[in-house]
C-alpha cells in the first residue's frame, strides 16, 4: 500500500510517501527506514523509487521524505541547509515512531549523497536511529567541496563567488544565487539523473553551510549501531574520499564498499550487485 502523508517540521508541512509491505497483520508493527534524497532532490527520484519499493518488497516500511524547501515540501525553495535537514530527518523519525505499524526502536536512515551525510549526522546525534546506509556520502563538506571542484582555477572562482555572495549579504541584505552546477559540477553524461522538480538555483548560503558541514566529527557516536557505506569508486560527482573520510572515523560494525561499473546514482542504475549486497548486509545488521 502507498499512502501520501503530511510531517510538520519547525512549523512547515513536509510531504511523504510511505509504502506499507504486503501480507503486514493487523496490529504487527515492523522495521522502518526513511530514505533522504540528494542535493535539490525530491522524493520521486529513481533512487527513491527504488529504495521504497525494494526496502518494501524485503518487509520494511518505507517513507520517502522531501525536505522542506523541496519538492512538494513547504519552506523558501532551494534553500538548502544541512542542520535543517537534520531537523527534518528527526521529525520524519518522530512521525514513523508513532504509527500503528512501525517498530520504534527499529527506525534506520537511508539517503544517498547529500542525503547520506544528512542521514549520518542524524544518526550520530539521535540514539533512537537503529540503523544507517549512506551512498555516496561524505564526511566533511569544506573537503568534499573541494574535490569537487579539483583545479585551483575552478576552486578560486567557487570560493571568490562565496566570498562576493557574503560581502553582497553585509552589504545590503541580498541573497546572491548560485547554479547547481556551479556549486556541485556534474558530468553531461549524469545529468538525466536531475530531473522533474529538482532544484536548480540555491541561495549562496547553501554552500556555505555545507562547507561547515562535517558528519565525520559524529560518526564514531553511532556505535554500536551499524552503518552501510556504499560508494562508486569513480564516482563522478562526489569522490569515494567523502566515505573513505566517514569510514576512518566510525566505529563497529561498519562496512565501506567501493564498487565498480555503477556511478554517483547507483540506487537508480538497476544494478543487481548493489541490490543483492544491500539485501546480504541488512540479513546481518538489520533484518526484518
Known amino acids: 500500500m ?3 502523508v503530511k510531517i510538520t517540521s519547525a512549523g512547515l508541512q513536509l510531504a511523504g510517501t510511505v ?16 530514505y533522504l534524497h540528494g542535493f535539490g532532490g525530491y522524493r520521486g527520484g529513481k533512487s527513491q523509487i527504488w529504495a521504497a519499493e525494494q526496502f518494501s ?22 534553500w538548502v541547509l544541512p542542520l535543517e535537514q537534520v531537523e527534518d530527518a528527526q521529525n520524519a523519525i ?4 508513532s504509527r500503528d505499524d512501525v517498530a520504534p526502536d527499529r527506525i534506520a536512515l537511508i539517503g544517498s549523497s547529500y542525503g547520506g551525510a544528512v542521514s549520518v549526522y542524524t544518526a550520530g546525534i539521535d540514539k533512537r536511529v537503529a540503523a544507517v546506509i549512506s551512498q555516496g556520502g561524505w ?28 560581502k553582497l549579504k553585509a552589504d545590503t541584505g541580498e541573497t546572491l544565487m548560485m547554479h547547481r ?24 548560503d547553501t554552500p556555505l553551510a555545507t562547507m561547515e558541514f562535517r558528519p565525520k566529527d559524529v560518526i564514531a557516536d553511532i556505535a554500536p549501531r551499524p552503518i552501510l557505506l556504499l560508494h562508486a569508486a569513480g564516482d563522478g560527482v562526489t569522490p569515494a574520499n567523502g566515505s573513505l573520510e ?10 565501506l564498499h567501493l564498487l565498480t561499473g555503477v556511478d ?3 540506487f537508480g542504475e538497476g544494478s543487481p550487485r548493489v541490490t543483492n549486497l544491500v539485501k546480504d548486509w541488512l540479513d546481518v545488521y538489520f533484518p526484518v
Open 264 to 266: 554517483h546514482f547507483m
Open 246 to 255: 566517514l569510514y576512518g572515523n566510525a566505529g563497529n560494525p561498519t562496512e
Open 19 to 34: 509504502h506499507t509491505p504486503e501480507g503486514l497483520s493487523a496490529g504487527e508493527k515492523r522495521p522502518a527506514f526513511i
Open 2 to 4: 502507498i499512502e501520501e
Open 139 to 166: 564526511g566533511d563538506g569544506a573537503n568534499r567541496s573541494r574535490t569537487q571542484h579539483p583545479t585551483d582555477a575552478d576552486w578560486q572562482t567557487f570560493t571568490d563567488t562565496l566570498e562576493r555572495g557574503r
Open 57 to 78: 518488497a524485503w518487509g520494511y516500511v518505507t517513507l520517502r521524505l522531501d525536505f522542506r524547501g523541496c519538492g512538494d515540501s513547504e519552506g523558501l525553495r532551494g
Open 181 to 204: 552546477y556551479d556549486i556541485v559540477p556534474i558530468p553531461e553524461h549524469l545529468r538525466h539523473n536531475i530531473d522533474g522538480p529538482s532544484i536548480m538555483e540555491f541561495p549562496v
Open 94 to 97: 518522530s512521525y514513523m515512531a
